[in-house]
T-cell receptor, first 108, second 111 residues
Framework: GQNIDQPTEMTATEGAIVQINCTYQTSGFNGLFWYQQHAGEAPTFLSYNVLDGLEEKGRFSSFLSRSKGYSYLLLKELQMKDSASYLCAAYNFNKFYFGSGTKLNVKP | DADVTQTPRNRITKTGKRIMLECSQTKGHDRMYWYRQDPGLGLRLIYYSFDVKDINKGEISDGYSVSRQAQAKFSLSLESAIPNQTALYFC??????????FGPGTRLTVT
C-alpha cells in the first residue's frame, strides 16, 4: 500500500523559518510534490523533487532523500499569508498519493 | 478566465439521487483527475484519465463513475448519492508526471 505521513499542525512566528516533514512508504516512487492550500481554496503547486537533494524556489525549498523515504519543505522569512495547509504527494505509477496535510499557523 | 473550472461550486442533494459534477479545462492537458477531500484524510484519487479513450480507477472509485467527453471535459457522477459521499471534490489536470492544476472545487452535501 501507500502511506504518506505529515504532522497535522504546526505554529511558527512571522519572519521565522519552519520545516514541514513528510515521510512516505510506497510500492514505487517517481517523485515528491508539495502543494499549498489556503482554507476553502484549491491546492497550488509549490515544489517538486525527483532526485535526492535540495530544490530552492525563492522563500521555499524542498529536500528529498529517496533512500530514507523522507522529504521536507522549508519556508523562510515567514509571512502571515503563509498560513495555510501544506500537502505532500508521492507520484507513483501515474498516480499521486497525498498526505493529509500540515496546517501551518503563522502568528505575529 | 480560470484554466480549470468546476460546476456546480456547491450542491446539496438527497440520498439516492443521481448527481453529476463537471470539470472543464482550457490548459490543453491530456491528463485529468477527480479527487475528494475530507477533513483529516487529505486528497484521495477517485478516477483519472490520460486521454479520451483512457479511464482508470483510483483509490476510492466505488459508488462513482466518470465520463471523458472530450480532451477538455471530465465529468464525475454519483449514481445513487449517500451521506458519506459528502465532501469537497476537486478536478485536476496535468501534463505527463508534472505538477497538477486544480479546479476551485465543488462542495457536495448529501442529506
Amino acid at each position: 500500500g501507500q502511506n504518506i505521513d505529515q504532522p497535522t499542525e504546526m505554529t511558527a512566528t512571522e519572519g521565522a523559518i519552519v520545516q514541514i516533514n513528510c515521510t512516505y512508504q510506497t510500492s514505487g516512487f517517481n517523485g515528491l510534490f508539495w502543494y499549498q492550500q489556503h482554507a476553502g481554496e484549491a491546492p497550488t503547486f509549490l515544489s517538486y523533487n525527483v532526485l535526492d537533494g535540495l530544490e530552492e524556489k525563492g522563500r521555499f525549498s524542498s529536500f528529498l532523500s529517496r533512500s530514507k523515504g523522507y522529504s521536507y519543505l522549508l519556508l523562510k522569512e515567514l509571512q502571515m499569508k503563509d498560513s495555510a495547509s501544506y500537502l505532500c504527494a508521492a507520484y507513483n505509477f501515474n498516480k499521486f498519493y497525498f498526505g493529509s496535510g500540515t496546517k501551518l499557523n503563522v502568528k505575529p | 478566465d480560470a484554466d480549470v473550472t468546476q460546476t456546480p461550486r456547491n450542491r446539496i442533494t438527497k440520498t439516492g439521487k443521481r448527481i453529476m459534477l463537471e470539470c472543464s479545462q482550457t490548459k490543453g492537458h491530456d491528463r485529468m483527475y477527480w479527487y475528494r477531500q475530507d477533513p483529516g484524510l487529505g486528497l484521495r484519487l477517485i478516477y483519472y484519465s490520460f486521454d479520451v479513450k483512457d479511464i482508470n480507477k483510483g483509490e476510492i472509485s466505488d459508488g462513482y463513475s466518470v465520463s471523458r467527453q472530450a480532451q477538455a471535459k471530465f465529468s464525475l457522477s454519483l449514481e445513487s448519492a449517500i451521506p458519506n459521499q459528502t465532501a469537497l471534490y476537486f478536478c485536476a489536470t496535468s501534463v505527463d508526471s508534472n505538477e497538477q492544476y486544480f479546479g476551485p472545487g465543488t462542495r457536495l452535501t448529501v442529506t
